[in-house]
């Protein structure tokens, strides 16, 4: 079975300042695909970020991009320009392109943004 | 156009009762998941419909249970309540069923309060 590790429940970060977040996951499969969702107190998941597993160039979307190895199984999520609306619950999340198609989470980790 | 629209957002019910919760996917999409969110357990998945067939059923007794219309809205039926199934629902609708190179999109969840 997949599993999805966040090693950090809580970070925090200035604002301005760039973070990083960190994900592993563990799968025996290599046609997959990883996000990075937001969950803010308003507790709607939000997609920040997704990368294709078998694409080795790594995501971007403004401010967000992500760090993929695919042999160290690492999935790590950058913020740059940290800003007040990023503070959330962020949550790693893999799914399979074929066979049990449902999304494992990781445990979230907690951003704070220091004003 | 508009996103995953679920009913109702909040609601408290008694032990014993049960409950049916709504979601309305984007239009377009055809496969709607449910996931359970508990601070203890994190999220998990619950089920997984596409063209109104159940796909995937997570780990959750038979006292959960879903359906799929044909205009692809989905409902999620909870009977006898427990304590422990206070937590907040989230539906996901994506185009196509499971991984399959799909993006899932989350509604903002229902509140279950169980008293």
């Known amino acids: 079975a997949q599993t999805v590790t966040q090693s950090q429940p809580e970070m925090s970060v200035q604002e301005a300042e760039t973070v990083t977040l960190s994900c592993t996951y563990d799968?025996?499969?290599?046609?997959?695909?990883l996000f990075w969702y937001k969950q803010p107190p308003s507790r709607q998941m939000i997609l920040v970020i997704r990368?294709?597993?078998?694409?080795?160039q790594n995501a971007t979307e403004n401010r967000f991009s992500v760090n993929f190895q695919k042999a160290a199984k690492s999935f790590s999520l950058k913020i740059s320009d940290s800003q007040l609306g990023d503070a959330a619950m962020y949550f790693c999340a893999y799914i399979s392109n074929f066979g049990n198609e449902k999304l494992t989470f990781g445990t979230g980790t907690r951003l704070t943004i220091i004003p | 156009k508009a996103g995953v629209t679920q009913t109702p957002r909040y609601l408290i019910k008694t032990r014993g009762q049960q409950v049916t919760l709504s979601c309305s996917p984007i239009?377009?999409?055809?496969?709607v998941s449910w996931y359970q969110q508990t601070p203890g357990q994190g999220l998990q998945f619950l089920f997984e419909y596409f063209s109104e067939t159940q796909r995937n059923k997570g780990n959750f007794p038979g006292r959960f249970s879903g359906r799929q219309f044909s205009n692809s809205r989905s409902e999620m039926n909870v009977s006898t309540l427990e304590l422990g199934d206070s937590a907040l629902y989230l539906c996901?609708?994506?185009?196509?069923?499971?991984?399959?190179?799909?993006?899932?999109?989350f509604g903002e969840g229902s509140w279950l309060t169980v008293v």
């Open positions: 990368q294709e597993a078998y694409k080795q």
């Open positions: 996901a609708s994506s185009l196509k069923a499971g991984g399959a190179g799909n993006t899932i999109y």
């Open positions: 799968t025996s499969e290599s046609d997959y695909y």
């Open positions: 239009s377009g999409h055809r496969s």
